[in-house]
């Protein structure tokens, strides 16, 4: 079998109640993730958190340290747990995360994390376009509601497009219950 790692991404706190960027679901997408978390560390697999902090002081949120830029409690690295800092949607671009990955022989990546349709979307289409065999757990990622020329459209319907859009070519999404039962 392929040499797996967990990638878990942006969970962090201005994502979460009373943070400056709430989105939906957040806490059930981290109640998922955390299981998943939990098998990995049971293994004693692979672990990798990515955290996002805007360069900016006038960001509408994940300001550099702050609070709400922390990683949320539910899902706090352990020691020996790297943790890439990222400037950037893509969690790939101007990180060394690829690196880690080569220097752990990775070759598959399960993904989990937000948003739906900004960093897991663009981390699941990099990790492809590198040659990585990913896996999307769709119940444990969130999105929010959002608005286009005049059009609202709920965070559900954001997240199952954006989760159809990755299914079609560039992963495997299912959720946590069905991963952590194979």
Same mark, same amino acid.
């Given at each position: 079998? !392929?040499?797996?790692a967990?990638i878990?991404? +942006?969970?962090q706190n201005?994502y979460f @109640?009373?943070?400056?960027?709430t989105l939906?679901g957040?806490?059930q ?10 098998e990995?560390r049971?293994?004693?697999? !692979?672990?990798?958190?990515?955290h996002y902090?805007?360069l900016s002081e ?6 550099a340290?702050?609070?709400?830029a922390?990683?949320?409690e539910?899902?706090?690295p ?9 400037? @950037? ?6 990180? +060394?995360?690829k ?8 070759s598959q990546l ?6 739906s ?7 699941t ?5 590198f040659g990585?065999k990913n ?5 444990a990622?969130? !999105?929010?509601?959002?608005?286009f020329?005049?059009v609202?459209v ?5 997240h199952?497009?954006?989760m159809?859009?990755l299914q079609?070519?560039?992963a @495997? ?9 194979q």
């Open positions: 079998m !392929s040499k797996t967990l878990v991404v +942006d969970m201005d @109640e009373g943070g400056k960027w939906e957040i806490g997408a981290s109640n998922q993730a955390a299981k998943v978390l939990a990995f049971k293994k004693q697999w !692979s672990v990798i958190h990515v902090e805007f006038d960001a509408p949120f994940f300001i340290g702050s609070e709400g922390k990683i949320h539910s899902l706090l352990v020691e020996g747990e790297p943790v890439v800092l990222k400037n @950037e949607v893509n969690s790939f671009k101007g990180t +060394d995360l690196e880690r990955l080569e220097e752990l022989g990775v399960i993904i989990v994390g937000a948003m349709h900004m960093c897991i979307d663009a981390i289409r990099a990790a492809s376009d990585y896996t999307v757990i769709h119940d990622c969130a !999105s929010r509601d959002m608005s020329n005049g609202d709920p965070a559900a319907h954001i199952a497009a954006y159809a859009a079609f070519a560039y @495997e999404v299912i959720n946590a219950d069905t991963f952590l039962t």
